[in-house]
Every structure is written in C-alpha cells, then in structure tokens.
C-alpha cells in the first residue's frame, strides 16, 4: 500500500529538537533501504513529505509513531495508487 505523508513538527523552537532531529535522517535511510520509505524531502522550513509502501495501516502507524517519537509532528496521510493500478481501473470501466 502506497501512502503520501507530509509531516508538521509541533511548533517548539527548533533549536530546541537539533540533537533528535539529527537523527532523524539516518533512522529514515533505514527504511529507505528496505523499500519502505520510497522518497523523502525535506520542506521548506519545516517538516518532510515521504511516499512509504507498507504492508497494511498496521505497518504505518508504526513507521508514524516511530518518526513522532524523533519529531514530535501532525501527519496527513493521503493512500495513493501507483500509474499502472490507476490504468488498469480506467481500463476495467472502459469495458
């Protein structure tokens, strides 16, 4: 399952998360290798925006906690359909 989120760290001086936020990004390359964390970027200002390919809801909502724990953050998850998926639904209505 493809999943968009877009992160918005709570809004504590970011002085003050320097030392977790630095750990961050070599927590995320561990997914990252995996294949679960298929993109990453940083926004500008603050907060990231990542596509995961997770098993089930279960599996986020682990990977979610886990960058909470890091980054205490809001998450807006929005479920996305890979282009071949899509066309293959756009086929089917077709017929």
């Known amino acids: ?10 809004p504590e001086r970011p002085s ?3 030392e977790k936020r630095q750990s961050f990004w070599p927590w ?3 997914y990252e290798a995996r294949g679960v ?4 970027y940083a926004r500008v200002g603050r907060g990231a925006v990542a596509i995961f390919d997770v098993e089930d809801n ?3 909502h682990r990977i979610l906690n886990e960058w909470a724990d890091i980054i205490p953050a809001h998450f807006d998850t929005y479920p996305l359909v890979d282009v071949e998926a899509a066309n293959r639904m756009l086929a089917a209505q077709r017929k």
């Open 1 to 10: 399952m493809l999943f968009l989120v877009v992160s918005t760290p709570r």
């Open 16 to 18: 003050e998360l320097a």
């Open 28 to 30: 995320i390359a561990g």
């Open 37 to 40: 964390c298929r993109h990453i």
């Open 58 to 60: 279960n599996a986020l």
